[in-house]
């Protein structure tokens, strides 16, 4: 089975701009995870989709959204962009308890 | 909610050395993850053990749930063992990750 993908891989933008990021979970995995990683506030948990609807919800902003495909594909969007925006953005797939994760996407706000 | 406590926060081996991370968490976890995260980013599953012990080749994990931790050894260390080391916990279908033990490993 092809792992979790991630699309775009790098992103540089500048701040008040607004970003869409993609996620393709594996085959057959219902639920998408997102988290964003930053040297100093480590992986933090953005929010989690299963079968098109929000389950959970990190602590950020409104400017941070997402949705859900009925193929389980995932994006999300951040409006408004700040430079505390500059991460790494990774996004996980699970079945049952073990979640797997894809490549990530770098994005860079100027 | 659960909290999760990772040490050594750095750790510098000399090719060949084994290793032992640490995890300590604060509250019940039933699904204790490993991940490895490699220079370039990815997330790589090392371990689903909520409790015993696992074995992958170099690496194995136990994890004693009673006393709320959790032990990665890496035996036979190689450069490509370097990166972070994060061990994580499910709370309400999110993972809490530590703060990751960083490995580098000299050749």
């Known amino acids: 089975k092809a792992g979790v993908t991630q699309t775009p891989r790098y992103l540089i933008k500048t701040r008040g701009q607004q970003v869409t990021l993609s996620c393709s979970p594996i085959s057959g995995h219902r639920s998408v995870s997102w988290y964003q990683q930053t040297p100093g506030q480590g992986l933090q948990f953005l929010f989690e989709y299963f079968s098109e609807t929000q389950r959970n919800k990190g602590n950020f902003p409104g400017r941070f959204s997402g949705r859900q495909f009925s193929n389980s594909r995932s994006e999300m969007n951040v409006s408004t962009l700040e430079l505390g925006d500059s991460a790494l953005y990774l996004c996980a797939s699970r079945i049952q308890e073990t979640q797997y994760f894809g490549p990530g996407t770098r994005l860079l706000v100027l | 909610g659960i909290q999760v406590e990772q040490s050594p926060p750095d750790l510098i081996l000399q090719e060949g050395a084994n290793s032992t991370l640490r995890c300590n968490f604060s509250d019940s976890v039933n699904n204790l993850q490993w991940f490895h995260q490699n220079p370039w980013g990815q997330l790589i599953n090392l371990f689903y053990?909520?409790?015993g012990t696992k074995q992958n080749g170099r690496l194995s994990a136990t994890t004693v749930a009673t006393e709320r931790y959790s032990l990665l050894y890496i035996s036979s260390s190689q450069t490509t063992d370097s990166g972070v080391y994060f061990c994580a916990g499910p709370m309400g279908g999110k993972l809490i990750f530590g703060q990751g033990t960083e490995l580098s490993v000299k050749p």
């Open positions: 053990i909520p409790s």
